[in-house]
């Protein structure tokens, strides 16, 4: 409803039309709907009514009622309301139009005419205004001009909506405005760390150049032949290597390797493993505890086998490869050289066992446990030794550069003596010695020989002093037995002596031990 004021009664001024009628003035009224108030039942009335000597609409709030204890305020007088919120003394305006009051000036029709107040008479009916204002034409025309549909990208594109020159314009913008921020970011990150940066590190174009003949060409065609040999018994196991040196199975290792240095027994298992992952059971075909050689047999199909090389033409200073499993690590290859020739090595012994001795190539190839029994190849891939020992510094029990191989060409004539008879058979001095060394006298002398023994039988006594066996000089006992086993049983040798100060030959018909 218009006008400066509006009054409600009771919260709520509900207005219903009931019929029309004209005022004086010709305008048309609401007539006011009567009262009608239902019958209210006792019951209702009793639960739901006015509290007895309440006299207005709603009872006191909790909030108005004094506390125990304080004393009641009363309600201010009519006199201080007035005082507070009545018209100054000589005022005489008043806050709305007077009853029939017109603007002719303006062309307002009055609201109300001069019989009937509707702001003042709450019984008054509601009388229907002019309709609204029309709007001026400028708003009309701004009213009627609606908006245009958006252009779409197909429409800017391709319906020649907007000038060529200003979507180039656009896009070199937008071009320009991303140069610029990743120009930013680009040195933004290149400047939160000093330390890293963008690179691109260069790369040889041409292959590696493997030559035949190259320690890589060499170790491709040998590891196929090279096994892992494990072994296991009751109380543990062990590992070693092995070189597949026949088509038919037969794989030559140490004796420590497949024997577990003399521990294992007919129970143990054998098991061989190829590089490529196979893994097979082993047969022991037979060892030479002497020489620390053993050869077992697999069943395999066209396996790839090492050849044999001349273990006597080498020489110190030529390149030797050794592969085999140091320390559980398969397929292993080392390079080295051939550091000394006829090295006498003599291992065991223990527990009153003939000791292992050989005629052992030195070599700096890393060698360490693990590699027993693997091959030590020249450098054209042929088998020049079997890897059996090394020696270590005091605390270390790795490679120190010292390592010793089985030459070939005893590993070879073993190897078939045991594939063939099962047993191998060596030449016998039928002495014992010990290692002496003096300015007249540097040998293996002779402790004792042995009744119908190749010595007694030659006339070696005791205190005889051993100086040479064939061609192969003796400095000491290890020498004497390497050299002793060069030959056969059966075979006369002449042994150069020193007997009391003279320089004896007397030629001993070996025999077997």
Same mark, same amino acid.
């Given at each position: 409803?218009?006008?400066?004021?509006?009054h409600?009664?009771?919260?709520?001024?509900?207005?219903?039309?009931?019929?029309?009628?004209?005022?004086?003035?010709?305008?048309?009224?609401?007539?006011?709907?009567?009262?009608?108030?239902?019958a209210?039942?006792?019951?209702?009335?009793?639960?739901f009514?006015?509290? /007895?000597? %309440?006299?207005?609409?709603?009872?006191?709030?909790?909030? @108005?009622?004094?506390? #125990? $204890?304080? !004393? *009641? =305020?009363?309600?201010?007088?009519?006199?201080?309301?007035?005082?507070?919120?009545?018209?100054?003394?000589?005022?005489?305006?008043?806050?709305?139009?007077?009853?029939?009051?017109?603007?002719?000036?303006?062309?307002?029709?009055?609201?109300?005419?001069?019989?009937?107040?509707?702001?003042?008479?709450?019984?008054?009916?509601?009388?229907?205004?002019?309709?609204?204002?029309?709007?001026?034409?400028?708003?009309?025309d701004?009213?009627?001009?609606?908006?245009?549909?958006?252009?779409?990208? /197909?429409? %800017?594109?391709?319906?020649?909506?907007?000038?060529?020159? @200003?979507?180039?314009? #656009? $896009?070199? !913008? *937008? =071009?320009?405005?991303?140069?610029a921020?990743?120009?930013v970011?680009?040195?933004?990150?290149?400047?939160?760390?000093?330390?890293?940066?963008?690179?691109?590190?260069?790369?040889?174009?041409?292959?590696?150049?493997?030559?035949?003949?190259?320690?890589?060409?060499?170790?491709?065609?040998?590891?196929?032949?090279?096994?892992?040999?494990?072994?296991?018994?009751?109380?543990?196991?062990?590992?070693?290597?092995?070189?597949?040196?026949?088509g038919?199975?037969?794989?030559?290792?140490?004796?420590?390797? %497949?024997?577990?240095?003399?521990?294992?027994d007919?129970s @143990?298992?054998?098991?061989?493993?190829?590089?490529?992952?196979?893994?097979?059971?082993?047969?022991?075909?037979?060892?030479?505890?002497?020489?620390?050689?053993?050869?077992?047999?697999?069943?395999?199909?066209?396996?790839?086998?090492?050849?044999?090389?001349?273990?006597?033409?080498?020489?110190?200073?030529?390149?030797?490869?050794?592969?085999?499993?140091?320390?559980?690590?398969?397929?292993?290859?080392?390079?080295?050289?051939?550091?000394?020739?006829?090295?006498?090595?003599?291992a065991?012994?223990?527990?009153?066992?003939?000791?292992?001795?050989?005629?052992?190539?030195?070599?700096?190839?890393?060698?360490?446990?693990?590699n027993?029994?693997?091959?030590?190849?020249?450098?054209?891939?042929?088998?020049?030794?079997?890897?059996?020992?090394?020696?270590?510094?005091?605390?270390?029990?790795?490679?120190?550069?010292?390592?010793?191989?089985?030459?070939?060409?005893?590993?070879?004539?073993?190897?078939?003596?045991?594939?063939?008879?099962?047993?191998?058979?060596?030449?016998?001095?039928?002495a014992n010695v010990?290692?002496?060394?003096?300015?007249?006298?540097?040998?293996?002398?002779?402790?004792?020989?042995?009744d119908?023994?190749?010595?007694?039988?030659?006339?070696?006594?005791?205190?005889?002093?051993?100086?040479?066996?064939?061609?192969?000089?003796?400095?000491?006992?290890?020498?004497?037995?390497?050299?002793?086993?060069q030959?056969q049983?059966?075979q006369?040798?002449?042994v150069?002596?020193?007997?009391?100060?003279?320089?004896l030959?007397?030629?001993?018909?070996l025999?077997?031990?």
């Amino acid at each position: 409803m218009g006008g400066p004021h509006a009054h409600f009664t009771s919260g709520l001024a509900l207005w219903t039309v009931m019929n029309q009628n004209s005022d004086s003035t010709g305008e048309q009224r609401l007539a006011p709907r009567p009262l009608e108030r239902p019958a209210v039942d006792p019951g209702a009335a009793a639960v739901f009514g006015r509290p /007895s000597g %309440v006299a207005g609409a709603f009872s006191p709030s909790a909030s @108005a009622r004094p506390a #125990l $204890g304080e !004393v *009641a =305020v009363a309600p201010p007088t009519p006199e201080a309301l007035v005082s507070a919120f009545g018209r100054p003394a000589g005022e005489t305006a008043v806050l709305q139009r007077p009853p029939g009051e017109r603007n002719d000036a303006a062309g307002d029709e009055p609201l109300w005419s001069a019989e009937s107040d509707p702001w003042r008479d709450p019984a008054a009916g509601a009388i229907i205004g002019p309709p609204a204002l029309a709007k001026d034409e400028d708003e009309q025309d701004d009213a009627e001009t609606k908006s245009g549909p958006l252009l779409s990208l /197909s429409d %800017v594109l391709f319906g020649r909506r907007v000038k060529p020159l @200003a979507l180039g314009i #656009l $896009g070199l !913008v *937008a =071009v320009l405005v991303g140069a610029a921020g990743g120009l930013v970011g680009w040195l933004v990150a290149r400047g939160g760390d000093a330390l890293t940066s963008d690179v691109t590190l260069a790369q040889a174009e041409a292959s590696k150049e493997r030559p035949a003949g190259s320690v890589a060409d060499i170790a491709t065609r040998v590891r196929p032949a090279v096994v892992s040999i494990e072994v296991k018994i009751a109380q543990g196991g062990g590992t070693g290597s092995g070189v597949m040196i026949d088509g038919s199975g037969y794989i030559v290792t140490n004796w420590h390797v %497949v024997t577990l240095e003399g521990r294992a027994d007919q129970s @143990a298992k054998i098991s061989a493993v190829f590089t490529d992952g196979t893994r097979t059971e082993a047969q022991l075909v037979g060892t030479d505890p002497k020489t620390d050689l053993a050869v077992i047999k697999v069943k395999v199909t066209n396996p790839t086998v090492l050849q044999f090389g001349d273990s006597d033409k080498l020489q110190v200073g030529d390149t030797v490869l050794a592969v085999g499993s140091p320390l559980g690590l398969t397929d292993t290859v080392t390079e080295g050289i051939v550091s000394a020739l006829h090295r006498p090595v003599v291992a065991g012994g223990d527990n009153g066992e003939s000791p292992i001795t050989y005629d052992a190539i030195q070599t700096d190839a890393a060698v360490n446990q693990g590699n027993s029994g693997g091959p030590l190849v020249d450098s054209t891939g042929a088998l020049v030794g079997i890897n059996s020992a090394i020696r270590s510094s005091a605390g270390n029990t790795g490679s120190v550069g010292l390592g010793f191989a089985i030459p070939s060409n005893d590993a070879k004539r073993i190897a078939e003596a045991i594939i063939r008879d099962g047993v191998v058979k060596h030449a016998d001095l039928g002495a014992n010695v010990k290692s002496v060394s003096a300015e007249t006298a540097e040998g293996a002398q002779v402790v004792n020989v042995t009744d119908g023994g190749a010595a007694a039988k030659a006339g070696l006594a005791e205190g005889d002093v051993i100086r040479k066996v064939g061609d192969r000089q003796v400095r000491n006992a290890a020498e004497l037995t390497v050299a002793v086993r060069q030959h056969q049983p059966g075979q006369t040798v002449p042994v150069v002596l020193a007997r009391q100060g003279r320089e004896l030959t007397i030629q001993v018909t070996l025999q077997s031990d």
